[in-house]
């Protein structure tokens, strides 16, 4: 393992890509912790004090999710209070429409039209973060406790002791240029680091919260929870490993669809003849229905909060889409099934793949090309969008389920915070980054003539500069894949060492 990456490191342009996405995610961390102006950064600090003393916040999937994107910016209202989901959402927003509109659809074949796409993407960044700016500042300015992760901070102190009527666009502002510098660092992870930037970034984000998950596991279960929370820790580090590990599987599980070619002879040569596999990803729509059912969840009950905090049908509401209640996550459930079947419906052709291996010479073998392989792949799509919808809506409820069992040993429940590291939009985006990293390390092993971490393979790195070769133990994915998340894990906490 050690003589692994010790071959790794020794790749010069690796090497430099890997040293400038860490120096990038300092950046990041320390964007988190310069507080926006207007804003009193003491009041902030003795508000997440009286937090921690009181064994932390839980305020159900608004807190985490903000911690999620934002990286702990939105509690601390730094420059990256809104995180990367104005970027998201953007992206998101023209995925679907180029694969509704077939100007967009047809823009994204031709010569430049990603990049015009992306253009259009970065316009409907600012307008979201603008939107999205000028709100947080007015509730900031206004009423700081509508926002859940703000409750109670008027009996420390004025959040915004000087706010004048500058105060809203000089607020926006800020936030909309932390905003852009995080799609921009992005960008550049994306280019001259490792992976895809974007992604790296909210890794590191949820990743910054594990230290104040950790404190608040020992607080509640060893501290406070006698012999019957310890026992429960160690059965929740066995169970995390578990849930990792079936996690891991379920993202790369594919249907490998057999693909003939036909053979043709061209003079004295023969093409074609051999076979190919089209795979299919069983968790197609891949983390992208969770994140709809929760923001959209999220919509009734701050309109109802905002507009009708008092009204006994905007009570009851809250208590019908609490993170706690049993019926959240059934309407959620619904919800993750109706939004799988509709991605892989927009973002999955079926005629379009079935025509284009009929162009090419190639068929399913046992199946007609044209409609019938069109509706054979149709056919074997759905069935596995109901796996993957299954495993996405287990995956969702499951923290909530973990923070239930501690009952069974007589411990007290468990923190959101630390349930988001169990299951959620949390350890989805954490593996899908975490496998995708891998796969570039691979790449670029590969173009240097290393085995990278083939299953079948060795790594194998230069002694010196003679073509000497040493052998190396056969790789383990699932080793190197713990060495990764070690490695973020205490770069997430050295980052933290910047805050204040």
């Known amino acids: 393992m050690i003589s692994a990456f010790a071959n790794t490191w020794k790749v010069a342009e690796l090497r430099e890509r890997i040293i400038y996405v860490l120096v990038m995610i300092v950046i990041v961390r320390l964007g988190v912790h310069i507080s926006l102006p207007g804003v009193d950064a003491g009041v902030i600090d003795a508000h997440m004090k009286s937090i921690a003393e009181k064994g932390g916040s839980d305020n159900g999937l608004l807190d985490t999710m903000a911690t999620i994107f934002s990286g702990g910016g939105l509690q601390k209202l730094g420059i990256f ?22 100007k967009l659809a047809k823009l994204s074949r031709e010569d430049g039209g990603r990049q015009k796409i992306n253009q259009y993407t970065r316009f409907i960044t600012i307008i979201i973060a603008t939107v999205q700016g000028g709100f947080l500042a007015r509730q900031v300015s206004t009423n700081p406790e509508s926002l859940p992760f703000f409750q109670g901070i008027s009996q420390i102190g004025n959040l915004t002791p000087d706010a004048t009527w500058t105060f809203i666009p000089i607020f ?4 909309v240029t932390g905003t852009l510098l995080l799609m921009w660092i992005g960008d550049q992870m994306t280019e001259k680091g490792i992976g895809n930037g974007t992604s790296i970034i ?3 984000n949820i990743i910054s919260s594990l230290p104040t998950a950790l404190a608040l596991l020992w607080k ?12 429960f820790v160690v059965f929740l580090f066995a169970f995390l ?7 891991i599987a379920i993202t790369q599980a594919q249907r490998r669809i057999a693909i003939q070619y036909a053979k043709r002879v061209v003079g004295r040569k023969q093409y074609g003849g051999q076979t190919q596999y089209l795979p299919l990803k069983l968790n197609y729509a891949n983390v992208m229905p969770i994140i709809f059912a929760t923001a959209i969840l999220g919509i009734p009950t701050m309109i109802a909060n905002q507009m009708f905090p008092t009204a006994d049908w905007a009570l009851a509401l809250n208590n019908i889409l609490a993170f706690n209640s049993p019926w959240y996550y059934v309407i959620a459930g619904v919800m993750i099934f109706f939004f799988s079947y509709f991605w892989v419906a927009t973002m999955f052709q079926p005629s379009e793949i079935a025509e284009n291996l009929k162009r090419s010479g190639g068929y399913v073998p046992g199946i007609r090309p044209g409609e019938p392989t069109a509706k054979f792949l149709d056919f074997t799509m759905t069935r596995l969008t109901f796996a993957g919808a299954i495993f996405l809506t287990i995956i969702f409820a499951l923290p909530f389920v973990v923070s239930q069992m501690p009952r069974l040993f007589g411990a007290p429940e468990l923190n959101q915070m630390v349930t988001g ?10 593996v899908g980054v975490i496998l995708d990293i891998m796969r570039q390390v691979e790449t670029q092993l590969l173009q240097r003539n290393y085995d990278g971490f083939l299953r079948q393979g060795k790594l194998k790195g230069a002694v010196d500069r003679r073509n000497k070769q040493m052998a190396a133990r056969p790789s383990n994915n699932m080793l190197y894949l713990l060495v990764i998340v070690a490695v973020l894990f205490i770069l997430g906490i050295v980052a933290l060492s910047f805050k204040g």
């Open 81 to 102: 209070a809104l995180g990367i989901m104005p970027y998201i959402s953007a992206s998101i927003l023209m995925q679907l429409m180029t694969a509704v509109m077939p």
């Open 220 to 231: 509640s279960m060893i501290s406070g929870g006698g012999p019957a929370g310890a026992a």
């Open 421 to 430: 590291f169990f299951g959620g939009t949390s350890l989805l985006i954490m």
């Open 241 to 247: 490993i578990f849930v990792t590990a079936a996690t």
């Open 202 to 204: 909210i890794t590191v």
């Open 172 to 175: 926006t502002l800020s936030v």
